[in-house]
């Protein structure tokens, strides 16, 4: 299946059905009263996150999504019916942004979450309604209300605790293939990935985090060079990311230090925010440099990039160093994770502290402290 992961689609909500006007007309009962029914609503357009689905293909084709009108009244207090919802399966991670104003209408984080897009009109009333004792045989009703329509750009944005960074070539998808159950291609040119991969990795029967590797980045990326840059949005939601460098290129001519300060300066470029994500280096391809020279060569490399952050020294390719790293890995998340919890609970003792310290002066607790 071909990976999309932007799409813009146009939804509009189903109009409510007209109120009616009418009169009951029955033997023994020439006035009756009104007996016009209320129209009934228009069906409305709903977002579901569903796990199941990994692409935005499906709204790559299908790009304008109707809901249904609801139905007029009738007379003999008979009601229109109701129009069914519309719902629209969407991956997890998928975030709605109104294509208009920018406004950002939901972020599909979980399966199953729902949210609405576009609101069905409320159905127009009869003129039972109207009745009233100086007003017997009212002849008012009101039209059902138009459903809303807006125009909705949909990116993808994957879920993954770990992102991989790294020229084309370093062994990103090396990397994810000998650590998790993901298989991307892997090939000796650039731009073998061409979309995000996703990879579960499994540190133990119940401990496990997720790893996305995206294209690799060349320098010029935040202006639209190569890949990569479509795919930085992937990284947005990750908690760490991995460097990975590649340390013994093909050619004599690439300089290591150099592309890794630039691919930095492309991170600057495109998001502040995700330039100071916690970031690790991770030095691969060290089975092909020479044992009694892989000390010096990343001693002078750490030296002359001025890193002060954690270093791995890693081969993907026979998974040297990799369980090591994994290990790290989880050991990060877990702090991270327990880190969150505790600055949730505090920030929810704060404001129960603020509720209870701020005392209506009136409150008769109030003046039993006085007291």
Known sequence: ???????????????GGNGCASFLREKFRPFGGPDGGDGGKGGSIWAVADRNINTLVDFRYSKTHHGRHGEPGRGSDCY???ADDVYLRMPVGTLIIDNVNGEIIAD????????????????GWGNIHFKTSTNRAPRQKTEGKEGERRELRLELKVLADVGLLGMPNAGKSTFITAVSNAKPKIADYPFTTLHPNLGVVRVSHEKSFVIADIPGLIEGAAEGAGLGHQFLRHLARTGLLLHIVDLAPFEDTIDPVKEAKALIKELEKYDEDLLNKPRWLVLNKLDVVPEEERKKRVKDFIKKMAWKGPVFEISALNREGCQELINAIYLHLEEKRAQDVRVDETMQMTEEARGIVSIDPDDPRFKILED
């Open 1 to 15: 299946m071909k990976f999309i992961d932007e799409a813009r689609i146009e939804v509009i909500a189903g109009d």
């Open 80 to 82: 229109g019916k109701g």
């Open 108 to 123: 599909l984080t979980e399966h199953g979450q729902t949210e609405l897009l576009a609101k069905g009109g409320e159905g």
